[in-house]
T-cell receptor, first 113, second 110 residues
Framework: DSGVTQTPKHLITATGQRVTLRCSPR?????VYWYQQSLDQGLQFLIQ???????AKGNILERFSAQQFPDLHSELNLSSLELGDSALYFC????????????FGPGTRLTVT | AQRVTQPEKLLSVFKGAPVELKCNYS??????LFWYVQYSRQRLQLLLR??SRESIKGFTADLNKGETSFHLKKPFAQEEDSAMYYC????????????FGSGTRLQVQP
């Protein structure tokens, strides 16, 4: 599959724990974006990396962090998890730093119990 | 701050009927607007963007700056159009981030 991939598909964990979500962009894409989709907030932009550098930051909590590695895959780290962090986390990628077209992955569903 | 509003959570029409999915935005600058679609069990994908002024799968959308709207229209709905539709705006953060509306579920009945 040459599209955006995300692992794991589902994640169930307890409050206070820490998890890592992984994203591999489409072949050739240098930008990775993270979005959170929750029932009450909808789809919200969290952060963007381009070729390993952070380029834009949205409503990302201090408990959350991300990075993009030299092979361009990205990881979103969520710590001190709360019930309200339960959501779908999407990764998207694009060719350039500023791109009109973002290609989305299937998402990781995080459930915090 | 930029905001996108999709007032309808659900729009149900019969096959062959016209469709209009509403989208209003607020943004002080010159926005770039998009419609994304998510079919059942598929990932979110770009449907169309206002700068290209194209028609995809029979859908069109015109940016009305006076009314700050970007409604999605199709003259004759098909059952395969049933999906979740999201209006999105790119403006802030150097146009790097997309701000999405809450989405409208389109249900086309036979």
């Amino acid at each position: 599959d040459s599209g955006v991939t995300q692992t794991p598909k589902h994640l169930i964990t307890a409050t206070g724990q820490r998890v890592t979500l992984r994203c591999s962009p489409r072949s050739g894409d240098l930008s990775v974006y993270w979005y959170q989709q929750s029932l009450d907030q909808g789809l919200q932009f969290l952060i963007q990396y381009y070729n390993g550098e952070e380029r834009a930051k949205g409503n990302i909590l201090e408990r959350f962090s991300a990075q993009q590695f030299p092979d361009l895959h990205s990881e979103l780290n969520l710590s001190s998890l709360e019930l309200g962090d339960s959501a779908l986390y999407f990764c998207a990628s694009s060719v350039g730093d500023v791109s009109y077209e973002q290609y989305f992955g299937p998402g990781t569903r995080l459930t915090v119990t | 701050a930029q905001r996108v509003t999709q007032p309808e959570k659900l729009l149900s029409v019969f096959k062959g009927a016209p469709v209009e999915l509403k989208c209003n935005y607020s943004y002080s600058g010159s926005p770039e607007l998009f419609w994304y679609v998510q079919y059942s069990r598929q990932r979110l994908q770009l449907l169309l963007r206002h700068i290209s002024r194209e028609s995809i799968k029979g859908f069109t959308a015109d940016l009305n700056k006076g009314e700050t709207s970007f409604h999605l229209k199709k003259p004759f709905a098909q059952e395969e159009d049933s999906a979740m539709y999201y209006c999105a705006l790119s403006g802030q953060m150097g146009r790097r981030a997309l701000t999405f509306g809450s989405g409208t579920r389109l249900q086309v009945q036979p």
